[in-house]
């Protein structure tokens, strides 16, 4: 369900300006679909592609589709003179997509020769290589010295993956999806220009799942979208983000730190284990308040019951939020309420020892669980609110991390 439908998409890349570098390799055809993420999230794309890579993508592909400018032939009379120093120099971020071993080795001897690697001298943008080869050949040590020494230059690595290769057979070395190759950019210029350069946000996603036998267990309908936005809006403002949910890790999880847990408990001792050092806690999840006293060792059967029905012994989980006391760390709630919200979500704030909350009524189609958008109240610890608009699930995360920023604990940047 996405919900929302007149709310506008979230632009975490507006104003920005993407070189994309496509070099020679079957995989190339990835980098249209990434050309793609990253305009829809706002960026103007340029792309400049190798010889090689031409072979495989046309040039006209990527000038039916983005924005920005193509460079293709270094000898084209009809292109703007010094094309590739243009693009450079604009660009806030370029990505290299996908990099086979040869334009690997001439970023990192200072190569220029096509209008990729000659882009990429260009600019003094955060770079983002994106490997692209067989296994055996990225394995080889040539390969791995070349993509040390970029590390070294503080080059953004992004990938490979495990999976299966054009030459039939599966290991590290396929070009990761374009999802993380838009998120790779994102947190690329995050981590360069960010607010939260320097900071350590924890984020609690999806609904925790009580177990009562192998097969069952209590829970709730929270899907952990909210908790995932806040994570990748964290991120691309800069900031060591851990995500700890109970759903399969999200795709474009690029530069998030995913804790898998189930249960309240579990949840507990990974936010102990994060908050070391942490500046800020947002507890998204939908944690349950009871769990069963015992899980049934086995499935339990209807012939289990007696002729009153099952009865299950429920027991207190522990209040996850308010126990976490950690030297300097701003906790931030979240109240899924039916009823009463204003004064549910009030008295949440000085019981927890919340900075503020976040407040949402869960009855409205177009907001709280399973949908992309929220209408949330921002509480603070003074009974301050704010209302905020239907809002896609991102733009209030990037609205509780400006709450977060203003918040006279939070600590001054140095720079």
Same mark, same amino acid.
């Given at each position: ?37 990253? =305009? ?45 120093? @243009?693009?450079?120099?604009? @660009? ?49 040590? /040539? ?39 838009? @998120?790779?950019? *994102? ?44 994570? =990748? ?25 995913? *804790? ?62 308010? /126990? ?11 109240? @899924? ?8 979500? *009030? ?27 929220? *209408? ?40």
């Amino acid at each position: 369900m996405s919900g929302g439908g007149d709310v506008p998409a979230p632009l975490p890349l507006v104003g920005r300006r993407i070189t994309l570098g496509v070099t020679g390799s079957i995989s190339a055809y990835k980098s249209v679909e990434a050309a793609r993420r990253l =305009e829809d999230a706002g960026a103007v794309v340029d792309v400049a592609l190798t010889p090689s890579a031409a072979r495989f993508i046309p040039p006209l592909t990527f000038r039916s589709l983005v924005k920005g400018e193509v460079a293709a032939d270094l000898w084209d009379p009809s292109a703007p003179a010094e094309q590739h120093v @243009a693009m450079g120099r604009r @660009a806030d971020a370029m990505l290299v997509a996908p990099a086979s071993a040869t334009t690997l080795a001439k970023l990192a001897q200072g190569i220029g020769d096509n209008p990729v690697t000659l882009t990429a001298l260009a600019t003094s943008a955060p770079l983002v290589v994106a490997p692209a080869m067989d296994s055996v050949m990225y394995a080889q040590p /040539s390969v791995q010295a070349n993509l040390e020494l970029l590390k070294a230059r503080g080059t953004f690595i992004a990938g490979p993956a495990i999976g299966r290769l054009a030459s039939g057979g599966r290991g590290l070395g396929r070009l990761i999806e374009p999802i993380e190759l838009a @998120a790779a950019v *994102r947190s690329a210029i995050g981590r360069t220009v960010g607010d939260l350069r320097g900071r350590h946000v924890i984020v609690t996603a999806g609904g925790t799942r009580e177990p009562i036998d192998p097969v069952r267990f209590v829970g709730n309908h929270s899907s952990g979208k909210m908790g995932v936005a806040v994570a =990748e809006a964290a991120r691309d403002q800069g900031a060591a983000v851990t995500l700890i949910t109970t759903q399969a890790p999200p795709d474009g999880r690029y530069g998030i730190v995913v *804790r898998s847990v189930g249960t309240a408990v579990e949840m507990q001792q990974e936010i102990k284990n994060a908050a070391r050092g942490a500046n800020a806690l947002v507890m998204a999840a939908a944690v349950a308040d009871y769990r069963p006293a015992e899980a049934a060792e086995s499935k339990l059967k209807k012939q289990d019951a007696d002729e009153e029905g099952l009865t299950l012994e429920m027991v207190e989980n522990p209040d996850v939020i308010a /126990s976490i006391d950690a030297p300097h760390l701003l906790k931030v709630g979240f109240a @899924a309420e039916t009823d009463d919200l204003i004064e549910n979500a *009030r008295a949440k704030i000085e019981k927890k020892g919340l900075a503020f909350i976040a407040a949402n009524d869960v009855t409205q189609s177009d907001a709280g669980f399973q949908v992309d958008t929220n *209408r949330v109240v921002l509480i603070d610890a003074s009974g301050e609110l704010e209302r905020l608009p239907l809002l896609h699930k991102y733009d209030v995360g990037v609205a509780i991390l400006e709450r977060l920023k203003s918040h006279p604990e939070w600590p001054v940047r140095a720079d």
